[in-house]
């Protein structure tokens, strides 16, 4: 069973990680106002952040700790003040964390878990302008391009070679392109024509179904034939790497391409969003998310916000604004106390609310700041 933030104390956190005061004594505020809800909801988050241990939003949540530093970082980019709090966790994360495997140079035995890191990297990049962190992306993809050359093409989920999976392709095109998007354009070949590369595969491959619906990869040992349940997280990291693909390349195709497989995921009553607009993965309405299903959501949406931006949409915008109001309205626990407020996110996020931890935390920290974003 999932430990609560309400059982978290700050005590893992350095003085100079935390917030300079605590969070003024407020009001529950309104859903709409997603500034300071992300603010109070991202300050929960943060107080299981390990700074002296691990670097780590606790030391087991490997991967997830790489997508709890992409939501830190859109925060900050949106926030100035929240940045001047918070942005020594960058250099401290990349510093110190190692995992519980001593991962040198966040690479691992997984493809996934390092385009996790790779694009956390981009991210931490855009915010501080600081070649350390987009130095730190290009380390990775350098090791994830060894994971080319499966049976089906497109690279290995792991390094023991045992399966094609959607995600850590559609995170190695996010990466190859945003480093694109990011190097000079004396630099940007080889990572644009991998990308570029991966994105025809990914679409000619099988992964996208007829319904535009992305599967979770294909079977090595069967014709390479699609495989697996259609995961909200497999639905949106291809958004985002279509987002990057598009701002190295400008090809508008890209984001049409994409916009059938963002319309198909977020129309009411797809297999990854229920008939009010939510969206949610099958353990959801139980409760009984892992703490890697459980994490799925949040890059849906982070995709869905990338591609919002690049290509903007009514009905995406009003998707993410829906979900983000609805996790307010009805997946909060909010509570007040002398020192403050404090904002606790559940797992499901068409309620009722039942616990938080770090990953419901920050899988619902990436809706808010995605209402945010685009809300500006």
Excluded at 13 to 27: G, Q, Y
Excluded at 169 to 191: K, W
Excluded at 340 to 366: F, I, R
Aim: with cysteine; charged share 15%.
């Amino acid at each position: 069973m999932r430990s609560t933030l309400k059982q978290a104390g700050l005590a893992l956190l350095a003085p100079s990680l935390v917030a300079a005061s605590p969070v003024a004594k407020m009001a529950k505020r309104d859903a709409s106002d997603y500034t300071d809800n992300a603010i109070c909801a991202a300050d929960a988050l943060m107080a299981y952040y390990q700074s002296g241990d691990t670097g780590l939003w606790g030391k087991d949540l490997w991967w997830q700790s790489g997508n709890f530093l992409s939501a830190l970082a859109t925060l900050t980019s949106l926030n100035s003040d929240y940045y001047s709090e918070h942005n020594d966790v960058f250099s401290n994360t990349l510093n110190t964390a190692t995992g519980y495997g001593n991962y040198a140079n966040f690479l691992n035995d997984y493809y996934d878990d390092e385009g996790w890191w790779g694009n956390a990297w981009l991210d931490v990049y855009d915010v501080t302008q600081d070649q350390t962190y987009l130095n730190a992306a290009i380390t990775i993809y350098n090791d994830i391009v060894g994971g080319l050359g499966t049976p089906c093409g497109g690279i290995w989920w792991s390094k023991d070679q045992t399966y094609v999976a959607a995600i850590s392709n559609g995170l190695y095109i996010e990466l190859a392109a945003g480093i694109a998007a990011r190097v000079g354009s004396d630099q940007a070949g080889d990572y644009l024509a991998h990308a570029q590369q991966g994105w025809d595969w990914f679409f000619s491959v099988g992964l996208v179904g007829s319904d535009n619906m992305v599967s979770d990869g294909v079977d090595k040992d069967n014709n390479c034939a699609p495989t697996g349940a259609k995961f909200t997280y497999n639905q949106g990291v291809i958004l985002g790497a279509a987002a990057e693909l598009y701002k190295a390349t400008g090809n508008q195709t890209i984001l049409e391409q994409a916009a059938a497989l963002a319309n198909a995921s977020s129309t009411a009553g797809s297999s990854v969003t229920d008939s009010n607009g939510i969206l949610h993965d099958g353990c959801d309405t139980s409760d009984s998310c892992d703490d890697t299903a459980a994490m799925f959501k949040g890059p849906y949406v982070r995709g869905l916000r990338k591609l919002q931006l690049a290509y903007p949409q009514d009905n995406w915008k009003n998707f993410l604004l829906t979900n983000a109001q609805s996790i307010w309205n009805n997946d909060l626990d909010f509570t007040q106390s002398d020192s403050g407020s404090s904002c606790l996110l559940g797992e499901d996020w068409a309620g009722p609310y039942d616990t938080a931890d770090a990953v419901t935390q920050g899988a619902a920290l990436d809706a808010l700041n995605a209402a945010l974003a685009i809300s500006q």
